[in-house]
């Protein structure tokens, strides 16, 4: 028996390796937690342990999904704790369908602008509050592995991007990220994949500055061919953006991307 996440948006939890709707316990979101207890007898299936309905249940999934593993392997704990947040997020916005000006979800916005000690209500129409989001997560995530409260928490993305690239060039080991161009680093679970927004900026840019428009995403899935990554104040929720990796790994320009902030927590 050991601990997987699931690592497909939505994953069908059924009572045998067969598909027929009688037999579907519940679905299993990204990022959930499960206990996998060996190859079921039918090829292609696993048999788990998950929760559903505040029970722990026994069944089957497919082993694959789209031609990618449906579970995956834990990364480090400290990671873990960010994406934990970044998911939370995400369910606490009903998977992406809760808009933002709408009870409950504008008082969700206005604790994340609480968060980093500005007094917005969530209705404030015209305010971005991505950056807020991100620094959100990031301070709960604090609450487990304290390093990442070292994080330049703010209203705006570019101000942590160029904090982190400060901190990689000083080999500052208390820093929670550091910031590398996008084709220095392969992308991995637990990182910040930083875009330029409105106005074409680079890396450059961010290095020399930290004001100009951008957006962030925690990255918490990655295959061959892309990465899900999860971010504030994205179609007016909490939601997913999928970013495509070159043949050689990497976040592409025709993304926007412009920085990668390597988790280092």
């Known amino acids: 028996m050991s601990k997987k996440f699931v690592d497909v948006e939505a994953l069908n939890f059924r009572s045998a390796p067969v598909v027929a709707p009688a037999n579907r316990i519940g679905i299993l979101h990204l990022g959930q937690p499960v206990e996998e207890l060996g190859p079921d007898a039918k090829d292609g299936w696993v048999k788990i342990k998950a929760e559903v309905g ?22 480090s704990a400290a990671r873990e704790a960010l994406v934990a947040e970044a998911i939370k997020e995400w369910l606490r916005f009903e998977k992406g369908q809760g808009e933002e000006f709408e009870d409950p979800f504008f008082k969700f916005v206005g604790e994340m602008w609480e ?69 220095e680093k392969s992308p991995q679970i637990g990182d910040i994949v930083g875009v330029w927004r409105e106005t074409e900026s680079t890396f ?28 504030g104040n994205v179609r007016q929720s909490v939601n997913i953006t999928r970013y495509v990796k070159t043949q050689s790994g990497f976040l592409t320009k025709e993304d926007r991307v412009i920085i990668l902030m390597v988790n280092q927590a």
């Open 204 to 231: 450059e840019d961010a290095k020399r500055g930290d004001s100009f428009p951008s957006h962030s995403d925690i990255i918490v899935s990655v295959g061959p061919d892309f990465v899900l990554a999860i971010g």
């Open 54 to 75: 505040g029970a722990m249940v026994e069944g089957v999934v497919k082993e694959e999904i789209d031609d990618r593993p449906s579970l995956r392997e834990p990364v």
């Open 115 to 183: 968060s980093i000690h500005l007094h917005l209500t969530g209705k404030d129409r015209g305010v971005p509050w991505s950056a807020a989001a991100i620094s959100f997560m990031v301070r709960h995530a604090g609450a487990t592995f304290p390093k990442y409260n070292n994080f330049k928490f703010a209203p705006a993305h570019s101000i942590y991007f160029h904090d982190s690239i400060v901190k990689q060039q000083s080999s500052d080991a208390a820093a929670p990220f550091w910031g590398f161009r996008r084709f």
